[in-house]
């Protein structure tokens, strides 16, 4: 069975149609990339998929391991194993890293029937999943992103992934603000992350990322539509050609 | 003066002048014609009200009544004197400046207890000294009157707490008064928790001599209808005071908080942060006077009031007054008012917090701004608590 089955998605913004009927099939175990120039509605779907609200679903069908979406709440979402790790983290003054991550951890576990954790195995959760992006200690210590520099930020999303250990990883972005020697260490975390079970649907405008982060198949998004899908060769093409053979009535 | 003739003058003022009314600029947003209307009583009893110490050393007034019996101050430091201000009569009681204000007055001419605390040049005193005042007598009026002195280069913690019985109708009308000589050290703290349908009022007073550090926390969640009167006299050079404050409000709750910070002199600095959170139809006012007087070159003041509205049906009333007289000041003031960040709401959601935690999450991360600065272990730990307590 999929993992994430996308039906003639359509949805709004602000009352304008931003996704046009989106088609996309993930099963167990892939990583999907999504190519698409800016404005075209990638973080849009990453939104509509979290349950973001200002985001309006007008047509389509989106089933999550099993669920229907729709009866879905953004965080009963991410409890049973949706994550998205933002194109634009934000910052939440006065909440620590650490409080944060523990009500998170607790959150999902409870969805899960597993027993809440105490302050000792939090730490040792801590510790264990600090390796995978190799987070400062001063991070944790902060207030959710607050202040973090651009990179920093991208990476602590990565370790809320790692600490969370959802079913599908939605990266928006992951790779833009990371410097060269980021973006290898949050990728090598991501591929320490894959399993055969877990997916990844990776949003991003370089090919680079997606030299470390080998996916299963691309997908070219213009315009709110997916018009053109292939295997990871696609990426190298569109490096070359960029988006112009589909320049539409936005002119992209 | 004698304090017979203090509370003849205070009487009298209080007679000519009775309770001021929303014509009064001072009292434009607070309507106590609810407190001028009510006939108090004047009996007493004992209180069954429960209460835990934040200090070694605490007073307990029942009532408005000290019972030395509940309170501990045995252990005390050479040098340190704390008991009922009825067995203290400093001279330089009732010399502050607001003595003509209708609350004040009717405290002078009618307080009938009080805490005395008063700590000698040099001393250090570790533990907080904790006042706590229980209230449980519908239909009473309790007027207490507290004094600190704080001698050169000592160091003194002291909380004031008013506990109220719940459904309980009183009127609360204390007034503090504060001297901290030169290099002392002072924290004070006031935690209100009185009975949501009775009346609070409280002025306090500080004045700083040379090279003191001054702080006063007020943490407000009691009381229908109140108000914090805060006034700091800087008469010294080199000094610091902060006046620090949380009000959280709800029900019909009306609180007024006014500061009133008075640089006399050059070279000191004033921080205010003021928070404040409102719900349902809930009512604050805050007015936080700055005057930098023309002699206070170098003064450095800053002030903030920030208030989340968690309803629509909320009001609040912030109004900074700067008077500068001097020209090489530095002084700054902002006020905000605004409701829960939906986008960090959103974000925490996406981690599996629901909206019911993540609201109160992010509510008390606001209030937590101003708990970061609490000194006191005991304090911060405790109001901590109650601001957890209140969220849900
Ligand atoms: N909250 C919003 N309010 C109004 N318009 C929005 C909002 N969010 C997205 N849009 C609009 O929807 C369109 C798609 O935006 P989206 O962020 O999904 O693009 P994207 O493909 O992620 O672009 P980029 O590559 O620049 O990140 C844009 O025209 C954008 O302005
Ligand atoms: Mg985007």
Aim: glycine share 8%; proline share 2%; with cysteine.
């Amino acid at each position: 069975m999929a993992l994430l089955d996308i039906k003639n998605l359509h949805a709004n913004v602000a009352g304008n149609k931003i996704l046009k009927g989106i088609n996309l099939t993930i099963n167990p175990g892939e990583v999907h990339a999504i190519m698409g120039p800016n404005g075209s509605g990638k973080s849009t779907l990453a939104n509509v998929l979290a349950g973001n609200e200002i985001y309006e679903k007008t047509q389509g069908k989106i089933q999550f391991d099993g669920a229907d979406l729709d009866d879905l709440a953004a965080h009963e979402r991410a409890r049973a194993g949706l994550f998205l790790a933002f194109q634009y983290p934000v910052e939440i003054a006065g909440i620590s890293n650490m409080y944060f991550l523990k009500a998170a951890v607790n959150a999902v576990r409870e969805h899960r029937g597993e027993e809440q954790l105490d302050a000792m195995d939090f730490l040792d959760l801590i510790e264990d999943k600090k390796q995978v992006v190799k987070i400062r200690d001063d991070l944790l210590g902060r207030a959710v992103n607050s202040g973090f520099s651009g990179g920093e930020k991208k990476r602590n999303e990565i370790f809320q992934m790692a600490m969370l250990e959802p079913k599908l990883g939605i990266l928006d972005e992951t790779d833009s603000g990371l410097d060269i020697d980021a973006l290898r260490i949050v990728s090598d975390g991501v591929n320490a992350l894959r399993t055969p079970d877990r997916s990844f649907l990776v949003i991003t405008h370089y090919q680079r990322l997606l030299d470390y982060i080998v996916p299963d198949f691309v997908h070219v998004m213009v315009s709110g539509e997916i018009v053109k899908s292939g295997g990871k060769e696609l990426a190298l093409e569109l490096e070359n050609d960029g988006y112009a053979s589909w320049a539409g009535e936005e002119g992209v | 003066m004698e304090l017979q003739q203090l509370r003849e003058t205070a009487a009298a003022h209080f007679k000519a002048d009775g309770f001021p009314t929303t014509k009064d600029e001072r009292w434009r947003f607070t309507d106590v014609s609810r407190v001028a209307n009510t006939e108090f009583s004047t009996e007493w009893k004992a209180s069954n009200l429960k209460f835990k110490p934040l200090g070694d050393y605490y007073l307990v007034f029942e009532n408005g009544k000290l019972s030395s019996e509940k309170s501990k101050i045995d252990g005390l430091p050479a040098g340190v004197k704390v008991g009922s201000i009825m067995d203290h009569l400093d001279p330089r009681l009732g010399q502050l400046s607001d003595s003509q204000s209708a609350f004040v007055a009717a405290n002078t001419a009618g307080f009938t207890d009080g805490a005395f605390i008063e700590i000698a040049d040099g001393v250090s005193l570790d533990s907080p000294i904790h006042l706590i005042y229980l209230a449980d007598l519908d239909g009473a009026a309790f007027h207490v009157r507290n004094f600190i002195s704080a001698g050169k280069a000592s160091h003194v913690t002291v909380i004031e707490e008013y506990i109220g019985q719940p459904n309980t109708s009183y009127w609360s009308n204390a007034v503090t008064e504060l001297f901290c000589a030169d290099h002392s050290n002072v924290d004070h703290y006031k935690i209100q928790l009185e009975s949501a349908t009775a009346f609070h009022f409280q002025t306090v007073e500080a004045q700083l001599g040379e090279n003191v550090l001054f702080s006063n926390h007020s943490f407000t969640l009691g009381a229908a209808l109140g108000r914090n009167d805060i006034r700091g006299k800087l008469l010294g050079e080199g000094s610091e005071a902060i006046c620090n404050g949380l009000y959280l409000l709800k029900d019909k709750q009306h609180f007024d908080t006014h500061l009133f910070m008075d640089h006399a002199v050059p070279r000191c600095n004033s921080h205010e942060l003021y928070k404040g959170i409102l719900d349902e139809k809930a009512r604050a006012v805050f007015c936080g006077r700055i005057l930098v007087q023309q002699d206070a070159q170098q003064t450095d003041a800053v002030q903030s009031n920030r208030n989340l509205l968690l309803s629509r049906g909320v009001k609040i009333h912030s109004l900074p007054q700067l008077e500068i007289y001097a020209d090489d000041v530095k002084c700054t003031h902002g006020a905000t008012v605004g409701e829960l960040d939906e986008e960090a709401l959103y974000y925490l959601q996406t981690r599996g917090i629901d909206p019911k935690q993540g609201h109160a999450m992010l509510t008390y991360a606001f209030a937590n701004e101003v708990l970061d600065e609490v000194k006191s272990s005991a304090v911060k730990e405790y109001v901590g608590r109650l601001v957890q307590d209140w969220l849900e």
